[in-house]
């Protein structure tokens, strides 16, 4: 099992800039792809964004290319998402998640096998 637990939400402006952070534990950290996805209210979850075990290859969805950066520091355990011009429709509960293959992470994230976190509340006043 993983453990993940996210922190770094919260209430801003639009035009904002936030950063998530998901701390894991339990297993090996450098043996999992990490990602970010959320869910707004009244809508399906969505992907945000991955990276890769290395950290060499990163992925995002096209409503946060260019304004949001994953990133992972392997020797803390954690994962991180920078998100920079905050739009009001970026407000959602954001997860953090976890799985040994990057593409089922990305392609069938309800695979048994990708661990998920509690989720952090990002909230975007414009």
């Given at each position: ?21 998901c701390?894991?534990?339990g ?18 979850r ?6 890769s ?13 260019g304004?949001?950066t ?18 009001a429709?970026?407000t ?26 509690q ?8």
């Amino acid at each position: 099992q993983v453990q993940l637990v996210e922190s770094g939400g919260g209430l801003v402006q639009a035009g904002d800039s936030l950063r998530l952070s998901c701390a894991a534990s339990g297993r090996t950290f450098s043996d999992y792809a990490m990602g970010w996805f959320r869910q707004a209210p009244g809508k399906e979850r969505e992907f945000v964004a991955a990276i890769s075990q290395s950290g060499g290859r990163s992925y995002y969805a096209d409503s946060v290319k260019g304004r949001f950066t994953i990133s992972r520091g392997n020797a803390k355990n954690t994962v991180y998402l920078q998100m920079t011009s905050l739009k009001a429709e970026d407000t959602a509960v954001y997860y953090c998640a976890a799985s040994t293959s990057m593409a089922t992470m990305i392609a069938a994230p309800e695979t048994a096998g990708v661990y998920w976190g509690q989720g952090t509340q990002v909230t975007i006043s414009s």
